[in-house]
């Protein structure tokens, strides 16, 4: 079966410090990936997805940027976050093409900017 | 999209009565879709699905209810229990026949049910 791991859980950074949250997929290969940011109270915002190794499309401009290093490893990183950045982030998978459209999530990151 | 900045709407229900959460979409190209259910501090669970060829599917206790003549999409949930107590966001595929477009999520509808 087919698991979606992301860590940390919870994160409290300074502003201005960088940033590195880390998304990996068990059980399947060549998905695509998701990362979303929910603020508190708030609907789901998608920031960026991938369709394979190194392909990557940003749906908000922003300070923060996305990498797939590896088939089932999604990272989303920034260079020096600023308080708006605190939110839930959310990565999720589906499977690539074919009839199956679910999205599926992962436990979330909390992080919270000083 | 524009909603995602807004606070979620909010139900209320007794327990035991049965919730209905409506969800309204844009693209009548849209061939799935979706509920999900995020309980607090959880990344969104799969509850049911429906693909646009059909009008109703029935799962637990649940029923989504699918009229794409208004475009609109429903979530009713019968016998309504404390653990149902959550956000409930329906999404779409907006694609047909594509599954690399993520999927479009709607603003969001808290369920609070009263003991």
């Known amino acids: 079966s087919q698991t979606i791991h992301q860590w940390p859980a919870t994160l409290v950074q300074p502003v201005g410090s960088p940033l590195s949250l880390e998304c990996t997929v068990e059980g399947t290969s060549n998905p695509n990936l998701y990362w979303y940011r929910q603020a508190a109270g708030r609907g789901l915002q998608l920031l960026f997805y991938?369709?394979?190794?190194?392909?990557i499309s940003s749906e908000v401009p922003q300070n923060l940027s996305a990498s797939r290093p590896q088939d089932r490893q999604f990272i989303l990183s920034s260079k020096k976050l600023l308080l708006s950045d605190s939110g839930f982030y959310l990565c999720a998978w589906s499977h690539i093409a074919g009839a199956a459209y679910e999205q599926y999530f992962g436990p979330g990151t909390r992080l919270t900017v000083t | 999209g524009e909603s995602v900045g807004l606070h979620l709407p909010t139900l209320s229900v007794q327990e035991g009565d049965n919730s209905i959460i409506n969800c309204a979409y844009s693209n009548s190209a849209s061939d799935y879709f979706i509920w999900y259910k995020q309980e607090s501090g959880k990344g969104p669970q799969f509850i049911i699905d429906?693909?646009?060829?059909?009008d109703k599917r029935q799962g637990q206790r649940v029923t989504v209810l699918l009229n794409k003549t208004v475009k609109h999409l429903s979530l009713q949930i019968a016998a309504t229990q404390p653990g149902d107590s959550a956000v409930y966001f329906c999404a779409e595929n907006p694609s047909r026949n594509s599954g690399n477009t993520p999927l479009v999520f709607g603003k969001g509808t808290r369920l609070s049910v009263i003991a």
């Open positions: 991938s369709v394979g190794i190194g392909q």
């Open positions: 429906i693909r646009s060829n059909m």
